[in-house]
């Protein structure tokens, strides 16, 4: 079993910053593309940001220049620096992690529990 566990939301004011964390635990042998979504109330799921395994992170437009996506592989946990933050980045932020279980051939897609951000003054 695999289980992911998100941490870092809150309520912050409008130009502040947060960071989120999510760090997977439990039967995995490899980890792959490790991502954040993030839901408004009312709207889709959308993709803020990924950093595949090796690769180079990418991000939605929206949050280019302002957030950082990182992971530390020894800790096999993903964060999410957010910097001057707006208010339509309030939602609820959802990690997404791609692996491969011990035991496995295929990697599979594990969510966290979701954490919310509100920016708000």
């Known amino acids: 079993q695999v289980q992911l566990v998100e941490s870092g939301g809150g309520l912050v004011q409008p130009g502040g910053s947060l960071r989120l964390s999510c760090t997977a635990s439990?039967?995995?042998?490899?980890?792959?593309?490790m991502g954040w979504y993030r839901q408004a109330a009312g709207e889709q799921r959308e993709l803020v940001a990924v950093?595949?395994?090796?690769?180079?992170?990418d991000y939605v437009d929206s949050v280019k220049g302002r957030f950082t996506i990182s992971r530390d592989s020894a800790k096999n946990t993903v964060y999410l620096q957010m910097n001057s933050l707006k208010p339509e980045d309030t939602a609820v932020y959802y990690c997404n992690v791609r692996i491969i279980p011990r035991g496995a051939l295929l990697d599979y897609p594990y969510w966290g529990q979701g954490t919310q951000v509100i920016v708000s003054s």
């Open positions: 439990g039967s995995i042998f490899r980890i792959e593309t």
């Open positions: 950093v595949p395994r090796g690769g180079n992170a």
